[in-house]
């Protein structure tokens, strides 16, 4: 869905919608509104973090991703790439290797696992934050919706955002080019699909904030290849090994909340995750309230992406999972630094573009119109209530005030005015 020049992976589906206003109320950016009983969403202000979908007690908001089974003709292979979320899903005793398995006989051809990826971008990190002689402190960018929360909401601190390529992303360029060389196939024909916790991460692959094109090139929700899963699972013929691609480790660390901080060697990091709580340590960094901290890995889903809106087991029960799962199958990253210090060098975890805000529309095009109409939104914000009740539809009174002089709603709309009047 594009919407003001935006991509999104969520829509309202307004035949469900009663206008609750509960997405309105958990939205981080403000960019819900509630016009004559049905939810609204401001494409400029989006940063798909799914809090509105979780939010929703009807299941109007709809989360946008491509479907099982949708194989184009122009691929000839097609590779699957789990989120280490995929693994937490099923019981502890389930090895991932019998999920690569089970993902083969639903329809793909091969499948990478993107813990690898992880442990080197991890001993990345760790040379980054050795080296970095700019602003403290650094932000981990895997998450795509904190990295376009702070692209809209925190344009300034754009330049906190590790500047190192998202592990998904490296195991999708690496499956690829290795897929090329043992296949004789062109990179073109190689189709890499991410089985996602969340929509944020569909948009990061369908208009990536740090580059022109994304390694990957479809989202396929947890939630969309569980049922077959389950069903592949308990098919009783395996798959040769010897078609499985050999992963160094199974590490599913990352994704729960201070997964990556864990195996970083410092003691100055911070491990955040719900928009809200988000938004606080955001807040705080703006107003120079973290001097003493070096790292911050902030994730939009309560508990990681564990809690992202498109998985479908309870996230206390699959946070235990991840544990069991890294007891059993984790191993020493260690091994990895030499060749990871060397990689580094060479600039392999680099990003290919370095991040930038994400301007926001003025009020109005012609510059002493939108001055004009900001005296105008602080003259009606101090005639109201304060009270951000939103029972005008609109979040909270100053942006109440922004929408009525945009023509979107009538003062009279505010029931606080209407009974003064009276």
Not at 340 to 359: G, H, I, W
Request: hydrophobic content about 40%; aromatic content about 6%; charged content about 25%.
């Amino acid at each position: 869905m594009v919407a003001e020049g935006y991509y999104h992976a969520h829509e309202v589906n307004e035949g469900g919608c009663d206008g609750r206003m509960r997405c309105l109320k958990v939205c981080p950016t403000d960019a819900i509104r509630v016009r004559d009983g049905k939810a609204h969403i401001i494409g400029e202000l989006c940063v798909d973090c799914g809090e509105c979908i979780t939010a929703c007690p009807r299941g109007a908001v709809v989360p946008l991703a491509d479907r099982l089974g949708q194989r184009s003709p122009e691929y000839k292979c097609v590779v699957a790439i789990p989120s280490p979320v995929l693994y937490s899903q099923f019981s502890s005793d389930i090895a991932p290797r019998r999920i690569f398995e089970a993902l083969q006989r639903i329809g793909f051809d091969h499948v990478f696992d993107v813990a690898r990826a992880c442990d080197w971008e991890t001993l990345a990190s760790r040379i980054f934050l050795d080296e970095h002689e700019g602003r403290w402190p650094m932000i981990s960018g895997f998450c795509p919706a904190v990295v376009r929360l702070i692209q809209v909401k925190y344009p300034e601190l754009t330049e906190h955002i590790m500047p190192l390529e998202v592990p998904r992303e490296i195991t999708a360029r690496e499956a690829k080019q290795k897929l090329s060389r043992d296949l004789g196939l062109d990179v073109s024909e190689i189709e890499a699909v991410y089985i996602t916790p969340c929509p944020a991460k569909v948009v990061s692959i369908r208009q990536p904030a740090e580059k022109n094109r994304s390694w990957l090139d479809r989202a396929i929700a947890i939630s969309e290849v569980y049922g077959p899963l389950r069903a592949a699972l308990a098919a009783a013929e395996p798959v040769p090994s010897s078609e499985l691609f050999e992963s160094a480790t199974y590490g599913p660390g990352w994704s729960r909340l201070g997964g990556m901080t864990s195996l970083l060697r410092t003691e100055r990091w911070i491990a955040v995750s719900g928009m809200s709580d988000v938004t606080k340590i955001l807040d705080d960094i703006e107003n120079s309230r973290l001097r003493d901290v070096e790292f911050i890995e902030a994730s939009a889903c309560l508990g990681g992406c564990i809690g992202g809106p498109l998985t479908v087991e309870n996230i206390y029960i699959a946070r235990s999972r991840t544990y069991r799962l890294g007891e059993k199958y984790s191993r020493n990253i260690e091994r990895h630094a030499n060749q990871v210090e060397e990689l580094y060098r060479k600039k392999f975890f680099s990003m290919e573009n370095p991040l930038a805000p994400r301007p926001l529309s003025p009020l109005d095009p012609d510059i002493g119109r939108a001055i004009e109409m900001v005296r105008k939104r602080d003259e009606i914000y101090e005639s109201l209530p304060k009270i951000d009740c939103a029972a005008c539809g609109s979040p909270n009174c100053l942006a109440f005030a922004e929408d009525v002089v945009k023509g979107d709603i009538e003062r009279s709309t505010c029931i606080v005015l209407r009974a003064r009047a009276r």
